[in-house]
Nanobody
């Protein structure tokens, strides 16, 4: 099993920045891809993902503002969020894709962007 723990959420004003972190533990050798999803009222969407070779993918709504990175030695992924907007307000969930197409989820961290 894989355990994921997010940190870094909080309250920020529009235009500000926030950095999220997700630390993985357990059977970390089984992880191929890590990323972030967010849950807002009525919607769940992919924010960003990164593979073990460093390739990345971003959701259209955050492209150009958010940056995902990965430290394989620390089994940690980061999400740098810049130019935050009120519509970015959501619970952000770390996710990992392991062998046999198994998904793992963190507990979530709340991001609130005030106008």
């Amino acid at each position: 099993q894989v355990q994921l723990v997010e940190s870094g959420g909080g309250l920020v004003q529009a235009g500000g920045s926030l950095r999220l972190a997700c630390a993985a533990s357990g059977s970390v050798s089984s992880i191929d891809v890590m990323g972030w999803y967010r849950q807002a009222p009525g919607q769940r969407e992919l924010v960003a993902r990164i593979s073990s070779d460093g390739s990345t993918n971003y959701g259209d709504t955050v492209k150009g503002r958010f940056t995902i990175s990965r430290d394989n030695a620390k089994n940690t992924v980061y999400l740098q969020m810049n130019s935050l907007k009120p519509e970015d307000t959501a619970v952000y969930y770390c996710a990992a894709l392991g062998t046999r197409s198994k998904f793992y989820w963190g507990q979530g961290t709340r991001v609130t962007v005030s106008s």
